[in-house]
């Protein structure tokens, strides 16, 4: 056995459960006495609901209840609540419109729960859905964000004037505004971020079983953070308490954001569970899916760059629109604000930024964090800002970033738009992303690709974005209703294995593996001695679950407090075992020792001892070695980096072929680099996605046109090209690890860099600026329109 | 109700489906072989492929009462009995080619099938244009391409044994 701890790529633990088929996903689960529900949902993206026919449907075979929303509102069911509250500039609190379970009185999007059939089997639900008779007067809807903001737009919400959730700024507009009046240069861009569609592919399950001999209530669901879900719908809507309501969220395919909120079909399943007093189970379709699942991004913005004569960045002004869809999702109001507003400095020394960001509601899906959540706004918009930069002055890309970049010597760095980064060195990953991308040799193959008839572009992305969410006292004042610390437990087995109970949650980061490795670096146990469980509120203290890149940064924060208890007690129990004093007892790969002498005791010894006391110091210690820790961040943190895309456009179709993809990113302290490789590539590859050939297409009557993966083009295979990414490192330097975080950089990064190379291989056709996704047809008709005008040149 | 009867990872079933039953619904919910995923409604993302008689297949675009008579072997069916994984399980796992893990089934079951007809060698294009029809959101596919490359001497080799 190889070295397994900290910095080792170690195979995965959970690999062969899922390589065997032997993973326990939510669909696997089923409880005896199971049945089934079924969601009626709307096909009106705006309508009154006058009646509800559920007659036919109740009688159907196999049909056991069917609920509507007044029969939730009838026992003062609550509505799903958000955790997140910004404030518009004029102080006043964001529209907080209400969001029921099941719809009552309207329908705001296509999609929105109407009614749920309770059947003894799926078929059988399905098919009662289907008789469910909705009586509808259908209204005026608004999908896009202009439509929404526009006067005399329909109102989403009744009262909610213009559609305007909240109107909020950051910065100084009286100042900005000064700087830009004197600025030698003023480069603007408008700019589009396309809504994206999550598609974790385990579509979403929720089953929720009543004890009825207890009055306990269990819900099984595909949740990034179980004990939120516990929280939000226990306290906010169903009014269970904590010890009453057990949430497990077991192996969970994929997440990326869109399982971390709270959903209506995991109140319905619990409740219905309690009402018909037997286990009822929901299972998404795909097509469900795509009308259910909160979706991602959806901005329309406006950049402003001030210049000085040498091209120094004086100041930023943005405006944004941001769409929040028919309702407020769990984090929904913190995306285009905290999470990206915030982040608008970039790795530049901008002195002064001014952004005001409008979050509208529309009768589309609520949107919410995916992967990057805010940050890919940021970014996209700053690395298209600098490249529109270099296009109009003049200035080489490379350069331009280079003379504005924060130097390396000056952290800890204020931002003017409330971060403070910790560390970074962002010359360092430029100058090797430009070695592994081969940047000067460029020129040579895109005149070896102009011999073949092909377009080659080369485009540069240098990001930084903030995760390790997060400082629960700096999130509580901008907004956030939740702490955002993490829990950890590390219980020493008498024998000298190891527990870890971890309040994060895995869903394919291979926390099993990699939270190991801390246990194995720590307290010197070997890897297959260790064992994690996450996901499940019976077994786990608290955790706040996974997302923004907080498992190793925050969770792995919490085990290294933990466990840091666990060596103090074990020091007392060696000094009084060895007769020695505490402060002479050294710790060290799994053994305690008295300094200077030969006498030492194993961690086995020390758990053994703990656990059967007949030799201990009873008098000063409770027996066992179990030990549980908070861990609050002190700040976020900063991975920052380096992307380089470089593509070939075949001009007699426009198609894009991504040719190579370089990361060059600063993720702190490596845990697995394995795994950390892995993170890196699936995020650039749904960035890639995102960039060539995502979009969520709502028509102007609010019907998505694209709700399957016949109509969203996902990235495959053949769209994805071998990746060079590695990694140069400075250390987070307020957490135990080092770690910053690895899970949302690749999707941050990489969108930028595609499209400023699409850019670039269109440099001869007249194009400064292209929105996402650059789709073939997209190129093909640019190419085409701009042809007969460059022949006649 | 009819009767399909199939084999499926050597042992013989005789089951009772409606007609409208998928040969999926078949695995999942009659024989409890939840190894085999169900991640879409249109036949795209290949979580769901079986071999049926050798040939991989998409299991939730077939009857089950199609499988009539059939070999069918499934995720759960590939390791050896004392837990020895086939080649291609074993790559994956070596090249971390699986994150999640809900893809994976459907993704080892097209890569062996991909690797058996192709005995002369795949080249990368190859490989990745043989996962048009498996979708995954994790890795990236960069490492599910190395694995399935990595695998292929390693399968030809044994099955030349």
Redesign the interface.
Known sequence: MGFEGIGASV??K??????????N?T??INRPGQLYAVIKRSDRPHATINNIDVAAASSAPGVVRVFVGADMAAESIGGLPCGWQIHSKDGSPMAEPPHPVLAVGKVRHVGDPVAVVIAESK?AAKNAAELIDVDYTDLPAVANLTDAVAGGAVEVHDGVAGNLCYDWVIGDKAVVDGVFANAAHVVKLDLVNNRLIP?????RVALGDFDTSSGDFTLYTTSQNPHVIRLLMGAFVLHIPENKLRVVAP????G?GSKIYHYAEEAIVTWAAGKVRRPVKWTA???ESFMSDAHGRDHVSTAEMALDAEGHFLGLRITTLANMGAYLSTFAPAVPTYLYATLLAGVYKTPVIYCNVKAVFTNTVPVDAYRGAGRPEATFLLERLVDVIAHDTGIDRVELRRKNFIPADAFPYQTPVALQYDSGDYQTTLRVALANADWNGFEARRTAAKDRGKLRGIGISTYLEACGIAPSAVVGSLGARAGLYEVAEIRVHPTGSVTVFTGTHS????HETTLAQLVVSQLGVPFDQVEVVHGDTAKIPFGMGTYGSRSLAVGGSAMVKAMDKVIAKGKKIAAHLMEAAVEDIEFKDNVFSVAGTDKSKTLTDISLAAYVPHNYPIEELEPGLDETAFYDPKNFTFPGGCHIAEIEIDPDTGVVEMVNFTAVDDVGRVVNP??V???V??????GIGQALLESAIYDPSGQLLSG???DYT?????D?P??SVATENTMCTHNPLGSKGCGEV?AIGSPPAVINAVVDALKDYGVRHLDMPATGAKLWSIIQAATPRMAAE | MPQVTLTVNGKQHTVEV?G?TLLVELL?EKLG??????????S??G?CVVHVDGISVKSCTQLALQADGTDVI???G??EADGT?HPM?EM???H?A????????GM?MTAIDLVQSHPGGLS??E???G??G????????????KAIAAAHPLMHAKAAE
């Open positions: 195979r995965r959970e690999d062969v459960r899922f390589l065997s088929g032997k993973g996903y669909d696997d078929q598609n974790a592919m385990e579509p192996d969970v395919g994929g990326f379709d795909r097509s869903h394919g980061q291979g394995m795994i490789e892995g993170q590539q699936g995020g650039v590859a749904q399957s993966f016949m996902m990235p495959r295979a053949n994805i071998n990746m690749g | 409606e409208r999942r072989l939840t190894g085999t995923h169900v991640g879409c409604d249109t795209q993302c979580a499934t995720i759960e590939l390791a994984l399980q994956f796992r070596e971390h699986l994150q999640c893990g809900f893809c994976t089934p080892v990368e294009k490989i990745r244009e996962l048009e498996n979708l995954c959101r994790c890795t990236g596919y960069h490492n599910i391409v």
